[in-house]
């Protein structure tokens, strides 16, 4: 099929990632202005925790299986163009806020508004593209995780410094609007792969619940994608101000520090991992976690280190290196969720592990590190306690990786196998 082949699927997947990283943009905004925001409104990090994380993992979460079911049966395209809108006009209104409920409000808009974004992208993704091609795929998309949280720290923080934290959130508004009309006028709804099966019904939630209980590799991987997102998400919205308190830098240097970070670091960790994962793992599907794990573990002493060792160069270098490791593991785990997972599903499936990982890792992280800096009074082992959560997180894909070997037999978990090019695949889809 034409839209499954050549040039236009790669273009979907540009204005998609395009589209994610608006996502991380608005996602992202409040964690760079919890300095500003904290000073004229006087909350407490516990407050500012609730901000950046509860208030919209939590609002993504309860909206996050009704997008899911949508994705699966309405139209992905329209859906997104909607959802990106909202969100995008949400955060613009961050600008009128007077006080801690309007941003509370705010960002349960915002995030209830995300919550139909990645996993109608995902579902798209996943008709245009192979199972063998999907790590690569994936890896691409999430490079939009480094660039979005990127792009609002080197924006934003000198926007902040010198046109106040306001005109951060009408600016970090604006792309949105431009690619939801973007994806409305250029891209048309793919057909699915599921629906070439006569008579497929389109799955209930029961047996979603079913396939994963049954599926332990999908189980494991979804837990360690909600462990790895709980630390991940501590890490990036207290990185900034552990740099201006404990390091002193200032607003504006931060949000460079930060923009390299998450530009460079991430957008290298991504696309290593992207190309890394089936190359490492060769033929062997049991192979398929190891190099994002040994990531996931590396987090840690590296954490460590930025919150031990003085001196504002190192800090840099610790940041970026930090980055360079947090980039690598989002989208293995994203490309195996879906590879792992029947077609008729992969909107409820996505959806289930968005709603985990964002109301389990992003809606506690954030808010659990605040609460452990005000309790301790030190914001640096706060923040190596959060990156602790990264080797359970590893662990469980190492257990998944022996059920992906384990339940790889034929006509047990079929979209897994293809995961790793063996360069003499045939196609059952």
């Known amino acids: 099929m034409q839209t499954r082949q050549g040039p236009y699927r790669w273009y979907v997947l540009f204005v998609l990632t395009a589209i994610f990283t608006t996502h991380y943009i608005d996602r992202a905004v409040i ?12 909350l ?32 992905r395209v329209r859906l997104i163009a ?12 961050g600008a009128l806020s007077t006080g801690f409920v309007s941003l509370l409000l705010m960002r349960i808009g915002v995030g209830a508004a995300e919550a139909g974004g990645p996993p109608a992208s995902v579902s798209i993704i996943g008709d245009l593209f192979e199972r063998k091609e999907l790590p690569t795929a994936m890896g691409i998309f999430y490079l939009a995780m ?19 934290w306001r005109a951060v959130f009408l600016i970090a508004g604006i792309p949105g609007f431009v690619f939801g009309v973007l994806v409305l006028t250029t891209i048309k709804e793919p057909t699915r792969r599921a629906a070439a099966n006569v008579g497929a019904t389109k799955p209930s939630f029961g047996a979603v619940v079913r396939e994963m209980s049954r599926n332990r590799a999908l189980l494991f991987t979804v837990i360690a994608g909600t462990c790895a997102s709980l630390a991940h998400a501590s890490l990036i919205t207290w990185m900034g101000p552990f740099l201006i308190r404990v390091r002193e830098f200032s607003l504006g240097e931060t949000g460079i520090v ?41 987090s840690l002493p590296v954490c460590w280190l930025l919150a031990s060792v003085p001196g504002q160069p ?15 593991w989002a989208g293995q785990v994203t490309a195996v969720v879906l590879a792992s997972s029947p077609t008729s599903m992969h909107g409820t499936v996505s959806s289930t592990y968005w709603m985990l990982a ?18 301790a009074g030190s ?50 889809r």
């Open 379 to 428: 914001l640096g082992v706060a923040m190596t306690i959060g990156a602790s959560i990264n080797v359970v997180a590893a662990l469980f894909l190492f257990l998944a990786c022996r059920y992906l070997k384990a339940e790889n037999e034929p006509g047990d978990v079929p979209d897994v196998e293809g995961l790793i090019p063996s360069g003499n695949e045939p196609s059952n």
């Open 314 to 328: 190192a800090a840099i270098g610790f940041v970026i290196l930090l980055s360079v490791i947090l980039g690598g």
């Open 146 to 164: 480094g660039l979005g949280t990127g792009l609002i720290f080197l924006v934003g923080g000198f926007v902040a410094q010198y046109y106040g």
């Open 44 to 75: 407490s990090d516990s407050a500012l925790g609730l901000l950046s994380g509860l208030a919209h993992s939590g609002a993504l979460a309860l909206v996050a299986l009704p997008m899911g079911w949508l994705t699966d049966r309405t139209n």
């Open 31 to 42: 964690s760079v202005l919890i300095e500003p925001i904290k000073q004229e409104f006087g």
């Open 258 to 298: 930060m923009a390299l970070a998450t530009i460079g670091g991430n957008t290298v960790g991504s696309l290593v991992a992207g190309f890394a994962t089936p190359a490492l793992a060769r033929d062997k599907i049991s192979r398929t976690y190891r190099f994002p794990a040994l990531l996931l573990c590396l």
């Open 358 to 375: 964002n109301l389990v890792g992003v809606g506690v992280g954030p808010a659990a590190i605040g609460l452990m800096s005000d309790v």
């Open 82 to 93: 909607v959802v990106v809108t909202v969100w995008s006009g949400l955060t613009a209104l």
